[in-house]
């Protein structure tokens, strides 16, 4: 039982990158999932999160217009589309199931399985 995320790597500033989060043994299509990042010496922070459904987005101020957040149910798996990507989007990424069907506070108990995480490195 886990999210798999992956797809991160090192990219020059203006690149683009696809991060992929994969549930193996448990169930994706009722909830919620949130991308987080952690910046180096910085607290994890969402970036952009998904309903159940793919019909309702959230994106952090800072990405809006150059991430694209999605979900295919049939594959268990949700998407970060990340475009136009700038050095301070360096990180670990990290993908979470919400407890929840819809989108809600990034508080740490609205959460049950996370992933790994994978590192995106921006910089020339």
């Known amino acids: 039982v886990q999210l798999q995320a992956s797809g991160g790597g090192w990219v020059q500033p203006g690149g683009s990158l696809r991060l992929s989060c994969t549930a193996y043994g448990l169930t994706f299509s009722n909830h919620a999932v949130d991308w987080f990042r952690q910046a180096p010496g910085k607290e994890r922070d969402v970036v952009a999160a998904?309903?159940?459904?793919?019909?309702?987005?959230y994106y952090e101020d800072s990405v809006k217009g150059r991430f694209t957040i999605s979900r295919d149910n049939a594959r268990n798996t949700v998407f970060l589309h990340m475009n136009s990507l700038k050095p301070e989007d360096t990180g670990v990424y990290y993908c979470?199931?919400?407890?929840?069907?819809?989108?809600?506070?990034?508080?740490?108990?609205?959460?049950?399985?996370w992933g790994h995480g994978t590192l995106v490195t921006v910089s020339s």
């Open positions: 979470a199931r919400s407890v929840e069907k819809y989108i809600s506070t990034a508080d740490p108990s609205n959460y049950d399985y």
């Open positions: 998904i309903n159940w459904s793919g019909g309702t987005t």
